[in-house]
């Protein structure tokens, strides 16, 4: 199996209460920590206002720090889970991410999806278009950027978007362009779209759900003449992780205290009880024990969240040093 996790950037209220002059210093440092190894990627979100609800809170913008990672590492990969194709023309985003992978060295991953958080949408003036326009743009974007790094060119006269030879150049390092990780379960039209694109697909992480998914992706890769077995199939998680159980209910009672004073007490109960019920939650060893099921299953690339990273980093270390070597390889 394999291990990415994310670097706080903010959107999930997880640099709170650290001050502003050192936000950067947290999210660069923590980058280099995972560039020793051994995660194999760092990931951000592609977001601009706060959940679970919007609040003052800084959150950074993806590709901003897609760039600046690129720059104070050597070895990890570069995700985001996941951008949202209408926030930025596609064209566009084709030369924002291939000027970062030369950067980087040829180490930029583009998780891409339709997008859904209703509130940013209309604050930064986007509409908020139905899902059918939204999955149309992702998938007539892909088009656009498969064609941008593989030919240094994009030409489509689609219903949402007209390219007319636009040139990217530089290509990306990797030769065969950017590796495309479609992220969404959306059974009809997000997971066909995962079947003739995607690298990569990230969706339900628990075991049934994750069976599911995966049996509709199956059927839209025979249906399209695609190898299914190509496409590795991830899921996001969030980790709670303690040595003993009663270090993990510590780490769940950090959570909701963390949480009480950024946000209304009405939403703070199912705040907390979507940490504490993850599949992700207890010592190491239950922790393998969930990760081998799914690993059965399939999902061979597990994206990993800690609330607590900006603040202790004993829960990433605890991870690496007793979950990872467990499964990797």
């Known amino acids: 199996m394999r291990f990415g996790h994310f670097v706080p950037q903010g959107w999930r209220l997880d640099l709170a209460g650290v001050p502003v002059t050192e936000q950067w210093a947290v999210m660069r440092d923590l980058a280099v920590s995972a560039d020793e190894g051994p995660f194999e990627s760092i990931w951000v979100y592609d977001h601009f206002h706060t959940v679970p609800v919007p609040t003052d809170e800084e959150t ?12 104070v590492t050597k070895r990890v990969r570069l995700g985001q889970m996941c951008t949202c194709m209408a926030y930025r023309n596609p064209a ?6 291939a000027s970062i992978d030369v950067i980087s060295g040829g180490r930029v991953e583009m998780g891409i999806g339709a997008g859904w958080y209703e509130h940013e949408w209309l604050a930064y003036g986007y509409g908020f278009p139905s899902a059918g326009e939204r999955l149309a743009k992702l998938a007539e974007g892909v088009e656009i950027m498969k064609q941008a790094w593989t030919t240094g060119t994009s030409t489509l006269q689609g219903k949402h978007y007209q390219v007319d030879g636009a040139i990217n150049r530089p290509l990306p390092l990797q030769s065969d362009g950017i590796p495309l990780w479609i992220a969404g379960g959306g059974e009809k039209k997000t997971l066909r779209i995962a079947a003739q694109y995607a690298s990569y697909t990230n969706f339900d992480g628990s075991p049934d759900g994750f069976k599911h998914k995966s049996a509709l992706l199956a059927q839209h890769c025979k249906d399209l003449g695609t190898d299914f077995d190509a496409i590795t199939r991830s899921a996001n998680y969030n980790v709670i992780i303690g040595e003993t159980e009663s270090d993990v209910a510590d780490k769940l009672a950090w959570v909701r205290a963390h949480y009480q004073p950024l946000i209304p007490a009405d939403r703070l109960d199912g705040v907390a009880e979507q940490y504490a019920s993850g599949p992700l939650v207890g010592t190491p060893e239950q922790i393998v024990a969930k990760l081998t099921e799914m690993d059965a299953l399939g999902m061979t690339y597990a994206i990993t969240y800690f609330l607590d990273a900006a603040y202790d980093r004993s829960s990433i270390d605890l991870f690496a040093t007793k979950v990872i070597p467990a499964l990797a390889g």
Not at 60 to 71: C, D, P, V
Not at 92 to 97: G, P, S
């Open 92 to 97: 566009y985003l084709a030369k924002v991410a």
């Open 60 to 71: 950074y913008e993806a590709w901003t720090l897609m760039a600046a990672f690129a720059a």
